[in-house]
């Protein structure tokens, strides 16, 4: 399997607790980027990272939240105190390139603070 | 800002039937991209189209046809003699060069092809 992948598919959490989701993206694809779904929306972009540099973050992305790409390859995404907002579906997706390519999107995880 | 909407949140239709979905996008930006992307009930959203800001030529790939009109800012999406397998929601995104070309996207169109 050579898409992108996305670990855990589900979690379930107390609020409060911290969670990391990991994504591994398409091997020679430089970009990658975190979005997050909620019922009814399209995604919405949380941050990208170009190799190892992340260049951009949305408003979105709260202190609570961190995106790492230590090698340029695997990303992870830590939510820390996690709050009942923070529900919703967590999409990783990584292009060749640059914002001109398509994009490859995850599974996703699916993320239930109760 | 970059702003896509999607006026149609569902719509229904009987397999065979044609279908199409609107796509309005807002940008100040000349030089930006339009897609359209695909997430079936199994979640992973599957690219469909691309399409520049220069190229206004319709393009038309087996039963799936797209209709770029920049005097409208419009990019709607037309399936022909829709199947059940075409039920999914359906996403038209906007990226601009003055956004760093981060897709924006819209709310989405939920189809159902009933048999």
């Known amino acids: 399997d050579t898409g992108v992948s996305q670990d855990p598919r589900h979690k379930i959490t107390k609020r409060g607790q911290n969670v990391t989701f990991r994504c591994d993206p398409i091997s020679e694809h430089n970009r990658l980027y975190w979005y997050r779904q909620t019922l009814g929306q399209g995604p919405e972009f949380l941050t990208y990272?170009?190799?190892?540099?992340?260049?951009?973050k949305s408003r979105l992305l709260s202190d609570r939240f961190s995106a790492e790409r230590p090698k340029g390859s695997f990303s992870t995404l830590e939510i820390q105190r996690t709050e009942q907002g923070d529900s919703a579906m967590y999409l990783c997706?990584?292009?060749?390139?640059?914002?001109?390519?398509?994009?490859?999107f995850g599974p996703g995880t699916r993320l239930t603070v109760l | 800002a970059q702003k896509v909407t999607q006026a149609q949140t569902e719509i229904s239709v009987v397999e065979k039937e044609d279908v199409t979905l609107d796509c309005v996008y807002e940008?100040?930006?000349?030089?930006?991209?339009l897609f359209w992307y695909k997430q079936p009930p199994s979640g992973e959203l599957v690219f469909l189209i691309r399409?520049?800001?220069?190229?206004?030529q319709n393009e038309i790939s087996g039963r799936y046809s797209w209709n770029f009109q920049k005097s409208t800012s419009s990019f709607n999406f037309t399936i022909t003699a829709s199947q059940v397998v075409d039920s999914a929601v359906y996403f038209c995104?906007?990226?601009?060069?003055?956004?760093?070309?981060?897709?924006?996207f819209g709310r989405g169109t939920s189809l159902i092809v009933h048999p």
């Open positions: 990272f170009q190799n190892e540099a992340q260049l951009e």
């Open positions: 399409r520049n800001s220069f190229d206004e």
């Open positions: 940008t100040r930006d000349t030089t930006y991209y």
């Open positions: 995104a906007l990226s601009e060069a003055g956004g760093s070309y981060i897709p924006t």
């Open positions: 997706a990584s292009s060749l390139i640059g914002g001109l390519d398509e994009q490859f």
